[in-house]
């Protein structure tokens, strides 16, 4: 079956496209783009009327935690992916922080079988840099890619011992992975639940130091300069180390970064009140620390917006603030946060968000999608950008509900999204 996108506002950074014209999708991955898409229109054939819409390639989150196999009650494939197209996201990258982790071929395999099965969105399994996600002792990287993994990572356990990454980034190095870091020197942040501060100060908290995250930046920079290892740096929330990755990036080293929309929409005082739902690892920062992160975006720094999509019971986050978890469900609030933070406010254009975080997530682990390219899978994100829409959590498709967006008022509302030519996720009337 054909489909016609028509009289859409296509933005394709990758191509350069910026404009009202028309799509067309035929098994499953893109036929055109033209200006006149009336000689397509025939046969078994679906004309989606576009106007005042925008159409991007489909969002891909580089960061998700979609909690299966072992904790199911929070999240599941099926479930995870529903959130994820209805945030306008065709393919997401799931962490190994799981039970049992994604540290052995068997589970890989199950995972993409389960995706295969009931997931809606593309899948991409990140595995775990270490057997069992422990402080020693590599996984067997070789057998994990050839099982799917596109990446290795140490998130959740960021790994401490320099000897440790050392090695694991030669063996990445040698199989063409790339590997993603959680950059948190433990012994810095011992019992603590957020940003150290004034804020923390009157609360009554143990807080951690931007240091601690910037520390391990700096060493996890420095050292895929020495392997030659592609370096991912996940969840950047601090000023200096958007300075670290910027320096080190002009020395050459092969590195990307991502940020949050989280860590330049929300400050740590979002946590007053002992709200849990803003309890984050890294945890919110200061003001300062946001702008950072802007700049970060807007001069390259940092390549991507991921979601670090983390979801909780809500008996989990029912807790006193230093017993609760860390982590936030962004899946569905993703584009709505930082077009309405970015582009609503003059700061970066359509296209930057776009390329931040489809395009650039694509190239960052060399993922399928990213483009609307002739060839290219057809996967299709629309969105009504002057739609005003309150952020309600129990309205979520995830299983869990901690965010601390409840109820902002948001621009920009995902209305479909596509993945493979199949219409997955879909606004009543549109």
């Known amino acids: 079956m054909r489909t016609i996108f028509r009289k859409a506002h296509v933005c394709d950074p990758s191509q350069g496209i910026d404009r009202v014209t028309d799509v067309v999708v035929e098994d499953g991955t893109i036929l055109a783009i033209t200006d006149d898409s009336a000689p397509y229109d025939v046969g078994s054939c679906e004309v989606i009327d576009c106007s005042g819409l925008l159409l991007t390639p489909g969002l891909i989150d580089l960061h998700t935690h979609l909690r299966e196999p072992g904790y199911e009650y929070k999240e599941d494939v099926q479930s995870g992916t529903a959130a994820a197209v209805a945030g306008g996201f065709s393919a997401v ?43 020693e002792g590599l996984s067997e990287m070789a057998a994990l890619k050839e099982a799917g993994a596109v990446a290795v990572t140490d998130d959740a356990y960021p790994l401490q011992l320099a000897e440790v990454l050392r ?49 391990q930046v700096a060493r996890n920079c420095l050292m895929s300069l020495y392997t030659g290892c592609r370096l991912h740096i996940l969840h950047v929330s601090t000023v200096g180390a958007v300075q670290v990755i910027r320096w080190a990036k002009e020395r050459g080293a092969p590195i990307t970064a991502e940020t949050c929309p989280h860590y330049f929409a929300l400050t740590d005082e979002a946590c007053m009140g002992y709200n849990t739902n803003a309890k984050m690892n890294p945890p919110l ?52 946060i930082s077009y309405t933070e970015l582009v609503a406010t003059g700061r970066m254009s359509v296209s930057a968000l776009v390329e931040k975080m ?26 009504d950008l002057e739609r005003r829409w309150t952020v309600r959590a129990e309205q979520f498709r995830s299983k869990s509900r901690n965010t601390p967006f409840e109820g902002w008022e948001v621009l920009g509302k995902p209305v479909l999204t596509m993945v493979g030519g199949k219409v997955v996720y879909r606004e009543v009337g549109t």
Do not use: W
Request: one cysteine or more.
């Open 358 to 383: 489809s395009c650039q997530p694509a190239k960052v682990l060399g993922l399928r999608g990213g483009t609307l390219k002739p060839g290219a899978p057809a996967d299709i994100a629309l969105f």
């Open 167 to 215: 090695r694991g980034m030669e063996y990445a190095a040698q199989l063409g992975l790339t590997v993603m870091t959680h950059c948190e020197d433990k012994s810095l942040t011992r019992d603590a639940s957020m940003n150290e501060g004034l804020t923390a100060t009157i609360m009554g908290l143990r807080g951690m130091p931007a240091v601690a995250e910037e520390i």
């Open 93 to 135: 990258c799931c962490m190994p922080n799981t039970d049992p982790p994604l540290d052995e071929p068997s589970v890989i395999r199950g995972l993409l079988k389960r995706a295969e099965e009931v997931g809606v969105a593309r899948v991409y399994p990140v595995a775990a840099i270490t057997k069992g996600l422990q402080a």
């Open 285 to 336: 920062r200061t003001q300062a620390d946001c702008d950072a992160i802007i700049k970060g975006l807007l001069d390259g720094t940092i390549d991507a917006i991921a979601t670090d999509h983390a979801p909780h019971a809500h008996h989990e986050k029912a807790q006193e603030f230093a017993l609760a978890p860390f982590g936030i469900v962004g899946l569905e609030t993703a584009f709505a």
